[in-house]
């Protein structure tokens, strides 16, 4: 009862104006019916403030700790430093490794992701495999594939001995730097599940996490297509009989080699169905039968790859094989130069062929055979010790299977004639010692444990990215942590079932290959940024790398997707580029603190060490507004700011370029408000997000209004960063509900702003603004009457750009004495402002100068005016609030004081300040009744004077004026007529 009581009261505090203590204004006027308002009714603000529990027993006591319990166990704390409790006791080891889940921060990121960091979700205590069964056989079975066994020596023939020489090179130089890069990354901390989506997603971002990893998963499922084509096709190669339909057979020509008889697509499609069935059957069993099932799959393999050795040196020249030469100088020499040819569908060698094989080409065919390096990873939540088992075991079977691949090109290419490399797909099974059928077992086992590992693999890594709630498209593919991902295995075994439908191993291996490339270029790249960017975070265990390295293997990658297919790298980067931009589209908010954030942090500040503190060149000047968004009245609770700023502050830049700064003050206590600032600040930023505006939030806590104004307009910024344009909206609402505190809290803000060199662009009709969708026409009319800098005249271009105002013309009213030459000043000003690139009217009005002695009569001038009547009540209170203050001045028996200072009037400088600003205001509404928006000179507080009578001037010059901008620059041009 007592929690209830106190969780009612929290609320209660949410939904009042309590910690505002010390601003009195009242509510803007704004109702329900209003469209700003209705436009941002229905938006959430999320605060957290619902999640705090506020002790009731007075100030001093300490607020209770939700989290108290470690490992489900509620502990007392031994160790108490200055009144705290142990930090081991309140946060718990085992929780300071796994990784915090960002608080969301737009409206994409409000949505419940619960389904995939629920504390409820059950963690069984999964089998974890160490090195050799958790990294080093999975890339050996990965590796050892298909491509070895039935390519591999057609490439030797095809290239010749240094060519493949050089293909292995190449291929194993991108695969070893890309496991260095990995090694260092997978040991920078705790790794979950996913691979290298996990390394690539906090590296470089979720936007680009997501989308190479959703290609390497692409990749992994189709490359288990691959293995199943290659062992069914073995198998079926092996036996004849098992064939249902008639085998294809090529003849040929020219040579003594007997025709070669190819399986039948159909069997290829109907056995390959049935064995991926088989396999998923045994992923379904997870970890711990996999792991039981690798090594019968491993054994085999070796065994065979041991008698393929034994039987190229067993090899004798008399061999009843035709075209086997043992191992021999002479085919050494005949082989080592290349013989691209081209070739029939099935590899032979045929004049007439469609296929014509060069150097780039079988790059793309043999990569598959080195690519692999990733199996590990794959499965880094089932791994015991990532941080050791992945670079040592990812590292030992890629230098492993490419001293293997070295040294076979040598034997291959030494053991048989060109034309029995060319014709002999089975080669390696035609040599071994001591049947063939040894191989075609290893073979079969071989591309069977590649083709378990894959289906291993990729869905968990599918998982992952579901797990991590990027993408709501993927929320099907959501495990617990510890349990098997059912859903993505059944969805991986589709692909790979269709893909085994296609039934063509030489069109599905470039396809691969490209996945796989860009899946390692991800990888280098982010271990070269984060090298490079050295952030203090950056601490792998792994030592043996350098941002040199992962840039070579990076480039690697990319020159090896385009020497093998320029056509296959365009559609795979353009895939990654969709999936990429759907990503940061239809994705969920979320901060990894990737390398990207550090990058943009180091580029921040040698930026702004470039641009200095000295004054920046107009032709660099950008505005950067300083938004007040609640400096006058209270708005609805749902409405953090007033709609209409936001939209206001756009039309400011040109093209959205340029940085807002949206600020509120909190009047109170730092310590007693600084958790509402936060939450306050929170709320700020998203509704800034909500409304498209590029800015950030500041929330300052401040005894008052004016003491949080000066210490944001001395500190706010850094460098030429600061903000130099100060943007708040006209208090129309001071006189209306009495507020009469507000004068001395206005004026001294526009005093503040030309003591700090500060520009000011105060808003009268902020309810009226237009927001994107609400096209103008007519005029924006400029009353320049002042030099400002020409910052009027640039507002009035940045308001032409936007579509909103881009239908309308601008016109220059230049107010000048009757005296005055009115012709030449026109002339002046049009040249002026042609050479700053303007097109605008120039309107010269002639004013007649304020003489006393012709003013005081109350008739002539005044009484044709409409704001006549305006103009009498101005004068009237302003004469009673000088009789007050006389009369408190000669009751106190000191001079007269307004505002706390003293003050000294002469009444025939108010009464010139009242009639200037009357014919203005008259001026405007005969010129500029109809006009879309007019932006007019502000004038400066006079000194001396009460802010209650600058107040009355500034009434009396927006009287009846729907929607005015007054503008003040400041000591500095912002356009320059110089190019």
């Known amino acids: 009862m007592r929690n209830e009581e106190i969780e009612s009261s929290d609320d209660n505090d949410l939904h009042s104006s ?68 142990s930090l081991v006791n309140i946060l718990g080891l085992k929780s300071m490794t796994g990784e915090q889940i960002p608080v969301p921060t737009s409206p994409r990121g409000r949505e419940d992701s619960s389904a995939a960091h629920h504390p409820t979700m059950p963690t069984s205590s999964a089998v974890k495999s160490g090195t050799m069964m958790g990294v080093f056989i999975p890339c050996l079975q990965n590796i050892l594939g298909i491509i070895y066994y039935i390519r591999f020596s057609w490439i030797v023939g095809m290239a010749g001995i240094g060519g493949s020489l050089l293909v292995v090179a190449l291929c194993g130089l991108c695969t070893f730097l890309t496991a260095v890069s990995l090694s260092a990354i997978a040991t920078n901390g705790a790794m979950k599940g996913g691979g290298p ?65 190819t ?22 069993g997870g970890v711990k039968m996999i792991n039981k099932v690798a090594p019968a799959f491993l054994i085999p393999v070796l065994f065979s790859l041991l008698c393929i050795f034994i039987g190229i040196f067993a090899a004798r020249k008399d061999n009843p094989a035709v075209g086997v030469t043992g191992l021999s100088l002479k085919s050494f020499k005949d082989n080592w130069g290349s013989d691209y040819q081209t070739t029939n569908h099935a590899g032979i060698p045929d004049p007439d062929g469609e296929i014509y094989w060069h150097f780039n080409a079988l790059v793309g065919l043999f990569f598959p055979a080195v690519t692999g390096i990733m199996a590990g990873s794959n499965r880094s939540s089932s791994l015991k010790d990532t941080q050791r088992s992945i670079p040592i075991g990812t590292l030992a079977a890629t230098l492993t299977t490419t001293a293997m691949y070295f040294i076979s090109v040598f034997l291959l290419g030494s053991v048989a004639t060109r034309e029995k490399l060319f014709t002999d797909r089975l080669l390696t099974a035609t040599i071994a010692w001591p049947s063939p059928a040894i191989i075609y077992i290893g073979i079969i086992l071989s591309t069977l444990g590649a083709a ?119 559609v795979s980067l353009a895939l990654a580029s969709l999936i990429y931009y759907y990503v940061s589209i239809k994705g969920k908010a979320g901060d990894w603190g990737d390398g990207f954030k550090s990058a943009y942090f180091q580029l921040a500040l040698r930026s702004l060490r470039s641009l200095g503190a000295s004054n920046v060149h107009p032709k660099n000047w ?41 600020v509120d003050i909190l009047d109170g206590d730092y310590h007693e408000c600084a958790e509402d600032a936060k939450t306050a600040c929170r709320n700020l930023a998203t509704y800034i997000e909500y409304k498209r505006c590029e800015g950030v939030a500041e929330i300052v806590v401040a005894p008052t209004m004016s003491d949080g104004f000066r210490g944001i307009v001395q500190t706010m910024g850094l460098g030429n960063l600061k903000p130099n344009i100060v943007v708040l909206r006209y208090p129309e609402i001071w006189r209306r509900e009495n507020l009469t505190e507000i004068p001395a809290t206005f004026v001294g ?21 237009p927001n994107e969708y609400q096209r103008q026409y007519g005029t924006i009319d400029l009353y320049w009457i002042v030099r400002d800098g020409g910052l009027m005249l640039l507002l009035s271009q940045l308001l032409l750009t936007k579509e909103m105002f881009e239908s309308c013309k601008i016109q220059v009213f230049c107010i000048a004495e009757e005296d005055s030459d009115a012709e030449e000043l026109k002339a002046d000003v049009k040249k002026f402002l042609y050479d700053l690139r303007m097109q605008a009217e120039v309107i010269v009005i002639s004013m007649k100068t304020w003489d006393h002695s012709g003013s005081t009569g109350g008739g002539g001038t005044h009484t044709q005016d409409d704001s006549v009547e305006a103009f009498s009540a101005a004068q009237g209170r302003i004469k009673n609030y000088l009789t007050e203050m006389k009369e408190r001045s000669e009751k106190d028996k000191k001079p007269l004081m307004a505002d706390g200072k003293n003050v000294v009037v002469n009444e ?13 205001n008259s001026t405007i509404m005969n010129y500029s009744r109809m006009a879309a928006v007019v932006l007019v000179s502000l004038p400066p507080p006079p000194v001396n004077h009460p802010s209650y009578f600058y107040m009355e001037y500034m009434d009396l010059l927006v009287e009846n004026i729907p929607r005015l901008l007054m503008v003040r620059g400041y000591r500095k041009d912002v356009v320059t007529l110089f190019t």
């Open 18 to 85: 309590a910690p505002r203590v010390g601003r009195k204004y009242g509510p803007v006027v704004a109702h329900d019916n209003d469209p700003v308002v209705v436009e941002m009714s229905s938006f959430d603000r999320g605060s957290s403030s619902n999640n705090k529990v506020k002790s009731s027993t007075g100030v001093g006591e300490e607020s209770i700790p939700i989290d108290r319990e470690v490992n489900g166990e509620h502990k007392e704390s031994k160790l108490e430093l200055f009144g705290f409790d």
């Open 197 to 261: 989506y996990y390394l690539i997603g906090r590296a470089l971002g979720p936007e680009v996490g997501v989308s190479i990893g959703l290609c390497f998963f692409l990749g992994n499922a189709v490359a288990g297509s691959m293995y199943v084509l290659g062992a069914v096709e073995t198998f079926l190669n092996a036996v004849p009989k098992a064939g249902i339909f008639r085998q294809t057979i090529t003849q040929v020509n020219g040579t003594t080699i007997e025709p070669i008889t």
């Open 263 to 284: 399986p039948s697509l159909h069997d290829l499609q109907v056995y390959g169905i049935i064995v991926t069935i088989i396999l998923v059957f045994i992923v379904f």
């Open 452 to 570: 378990l590992q894959s289906l291993t693999g990729a869905p968990r890594l599918l998982a992952a990215i579901a797990n991590d709630d990027i993408l709501p498209v993927l929320n099907y593919f959501k495990v617990a942590d510890g349990t098997e991902p059912h859903v993505a295995t059944l969805f991986t075994a589709f692909l790979c079932i269709a893909c085994v439908v296609i039934g063509n191993l030489d069109l599905i291996s470039p396809t691969i290959t490209m996945f796989y490339l860009l899946c390692y270029a991800g990888v280098n790249l982010s271990c070269f940024l984060l090298d490079l960017l050295d952030a203090p975070s950056w601490r792998p265990r792994w030592k043996f790398h350098h941002w040199s390295l992962s840039l070579l293997g990076a480039t690697l990658c990319i020159v090896i997707m385009f020497l093998i297919s320029w056509s296959f790298t365009v």
């Open 622 to 662: 950008y505005p950067i507004p300083l938004i007040f968004c609640r400096p006058w009245g209270k708005l609805p609770e749902n409405v953090p700011c007033h709609p209409k700023l936001a939209d206001f502050a756009n039309c400011m830049k040109k093209k959205g370029r340029g940085m807002s700064i949206f």
């Open 749 to 769: 803000i526009i005093n503040d702003c030309i003591v700090a060199n500060k520009a000011v662009v105060i808003v009268k009709g902020l309810d009226e603004w």
């Open 908 to 920: 025939q400088q108010v009464e010139k300040f009242l009639y200037t600003t009357l014919k203005l």
